[in-house]
């Protein structure tokens, strides 16, 4: 019979938030270990489901893509001579993953490369979360800026030195689901009135900076002990304690709030 901590171990391990990483390696080009300090990164934050790395092994400096990180990524060889072409694989990869049964709730892009913009505005609008790393010089202002979370490619030994510390942070930060509705409310009334839409990455990043102890859906503890799986899960929350209600992907609040506000 299964130990009792076999299972406390399965059912954490299925809080955890799921992450997907996409890696554009003509864009970013990291060596082995960097490689593996990037996983360890991904795996502090959740369970990793996922690791592609796209590349074209007819360039030159990509043709030892596979031997070099096929032990731990997903290696994908892009051979089209077209330009983006291999930026193209790696976004219709990463939506058909969104829609699929094994849905990521965390995307990590490593790319600074502003093809992929729009991509994480419509995962923003699917409340997905998206992580970006780049190496500094060459990453789009706008593409940082509207990650949810963005870091240096450079700064990966320093990420995952801390990793354990910023583990132990994130059990500490715990916040009530009620608490966490007065926060949405507050994000949602601030981002209306600054004439910004109202989309899923927007207020979750605006509710991080409102509470230190809000550290995403998953620092959200509910009366069962439980955690949110994606933020999504929280909003169907709040808008069935008639809180907010959701249209065309966007919140608002609803009128007797409004008129609270």
């Given at each position: 019979?299964?130990?009792?901590?076999?299972?406390?171990?399965?059912?954490a391990?299925?809080?955890?938030?799921?992450?997907?990483?996409?890696?554009?390696?003509?864009n970013?080009?990291?060596?082995?270990?960097?490689?593996?300090?990037?996983?360890?990164?991904?795996?502090?934050?959740?369970?990793?489901?996922s690791?592609?790395?796209?590349?074209?092994?007819?360039c030159?400096?990509?043709?030892s893509?596979?031997?070099?990180f096929g032990?731990?990524?997903?290696?994908?060889?892009?051979?089209?001579?077209?330009?983006?072409?291999?930026?193209?694989?790696?976004?219709?990869?990463?939506?058909?993953?969104?829609?699929?049964?094994?849905?990521p709730?965390?995307?990590?892009?490593?790319?600074?490369?502003g093809?992929?913009?729009?991509?994480?505005?419509?995962?923003?609008?699917?409340?997905?979360?998206a992580?970006?790393?780049?190496?500094?010089?060459?990453?789009?202002?706008?593409?940082?800026e509207?990650?949810?979370?963005?870091?240096?490619?450079?700064?990966?030994?320093?990420?995952?030195?801390?990793?354990t510390?910023?583990?132990?942070?994130?059990?500490?930060?715990?916040?009530?689901?009620?608490?966490?509705?007065?926060?949405?409310?507050?994000?949602?009334n601030?981002?209306?009135?600054?004439?910004?839409?109202?989309?899923?990455?927007?207020?979750?990043?605006?509710?991080?900076?409102?509470?230190?102890?809000?550290?995403?859906c998953?620092?959200?503890?509910?009366?069962?002990?439980?955690?949110?799986?994606?933020?999504?899960?929280?909003?169907?929350?709040?808008?069935?304690?008639?809180?907010?209600?959701?249209?065309?992907?966007?919140?608002?609040?609803?009128e007797?709030?409004?008129?609270?506000?």
């Amino acid at each position: 019979m299964p130990h009792a901590n076999q299972f406390s171990k399965k059912q954490a391990s299925q809080q955890l938030p799921l992450i997907s990483i996409y890696w554009d390696y003509q864009n970013a080009k990291l060596s082995p270990s960097q490689a593996k300090s990037l996983l360890d990164l991904a795996q502090s934050k959740g369970r990793v489901i996922s690791a592609k790395v796209y590349y074209n092994a007819q360039c030159q400096d990509q043709v030892s893509v596979k031997d070099d990180f096929g032990n731990l990524f997903n290696c994908l060889n892009v051979p089209c001579p077209l330009k983006d072409s291999a930026d193209n694989q790696l976004i219709a990869d990463c939506l058909g993953d969104i829609h699929s049964n094994m849905s990521p709730d965390i995307i990590m892009i490593i790319s600074g490369d502003g093809d992929f913009i729009k991509l994480v505005h419509n995962l923003q609008k699917l409340g997905k979360q998206a992580i970006i790393l780049a190496q500094k010089g060459n990453v789009k202002q706008k593409l940082k800026e509207l990650a949810d979370e963005f870091y240096f490619l450079d700064d990966l030994p320093r990420l995952t030195n801390n990793k354990t510390q910023a583990q132990n942070t994130t059990l500490m930060s715990q916040i009530n689901c009620k608490e966490a509705i007065e926060y949405l409310i507050e994000a949602i009334n601030t981002l209306s009135n600054q004439g910004k839409p109202t989309v899923f990455g927007s207020i979750d990043k605006l509710m991080r900076q409102l509470c230190d102890k809000y550290q995403g859906c998953s620092s959200i503890s509910t009366a069962n002990g439980k955690r949110f799986k994606n933020f999504s899960q929280f909003i169907d929350v709040a808008v069935k304690d008639g809180k907010v209600r959701k249209q065309n992907h966007e919140l608002f609040l609803t009128e007797l709030d409004m008129l609270a506000a």
